[in-house]
């Protein structure tokens, strides 16, 4: 079936390094995407999103990348800190549907 | 401006009860969106609800489950005769009136344990 996974389920960096994290999905008629960050104990946060027109969008510190052909999805997080722990997880979604699918996560750990 | 808003924040419930959670949509949002997450996985779809509509049940379980979301007053996600496997965390989410399933905003989940 179409899912929405992740390629590591743990990230390891150095405070300061720059992260990656990515998604890959596997329903083409997808055309929405969202990244959100879930700290301990709490709901998800929504980060940044982008739309299948685009395939690059930027935000505080963060960018998210779209690769449309190779459907695979990556967040860049800059000069990680130690507030940037948490588990990541990526979501799809098709315009005008109701069911936002969601990846297991990554979970960044930050060193100082 | 209030965020989602889900109560309670932890319900432990024993095999058998009913378990009550409800969750306050953000202030202007229509839609809300149940999901449930077990440790260390990701959110599962639960149900897509509009005021006094069920518009995608899909996900919810064929038994003992049941949400509504009323013309007045928070959405309510029900659990009858509740079992272990109920045990995890449910998240609402809500967005704006308009296109559905975009820009979903998150509560801090209910915590359910039953014993």
């Known amino acids: 079936g179409e899912s929405v996974g992740l390629h590591l389920p743990t990230l390891s960096v150095q405070e300061g390094d720059n992260s990656i994290i990515n998604c890959a999905y596997s329903?083409?008629?997808?055309?929405?995407f969202i990244w959100y960050k879930q700290e301990s104990g709490k709901g998800p946060q929504f980060i940044i999103d982008i739309r299948s027109n685009m395939d690059k969008r930027q935000g505080q510190r963060v960018t998210v990348l779209l690769n449309k052909t190779v459907k695979h999805l990556s967040l860049q997080i800059a000069a990680t800190q130690p507030g940037d722990s948490a588990v990541y997880f990526c979501a799809e979604n098709r315009f005008n549907n109701n069911d936002m699918r969601f990846g297991a996560g990554t979970r960044l750990t930050v060193k100082p | 401006n209030a965020g989602v808003m889900q109560n309670p924040r932890h319900l432990v419930r024993r095999r058998g009860q009913e378990a009550r959670l409800r969750c306050s949509p953000m202030?202007?949002?229509?839609?809300v969106y149940w999901y449930r997450q077990l440790p260390e996985e990701g959110l599962k779809f639960m149900v897509y609800?509009?005021?006094?509509?069920?518009?995608?049940e899909s996900g919810m379980p064929k038994e003992r489950f049941s949400a509504e979301f009323p013309k007045e007053g928070p959405s309510i996600l029900r659990i009858q005769q509740v079992v272990r496997g109920d045990s995890a965390a449910y998240f609402c989410?809500?967005?704006?009136?308009?296109?559905?399933?975009?820009?979903?905003?998150f509560g801090p989940g209910t915590r359910l344990t039953v014993l």
């Open positions: 609800l509009q005021k006094e509509n069920i518009i995608d």
């Open positions: 329903n083409s008629a997808s055309d929405y």
């Open positions: 202030k202007g949002h229509s839609h």
């Open positions: 989410a809500s967005s704006p009136p308009g296109l559905a399933g975009w820009a979903q905003y």
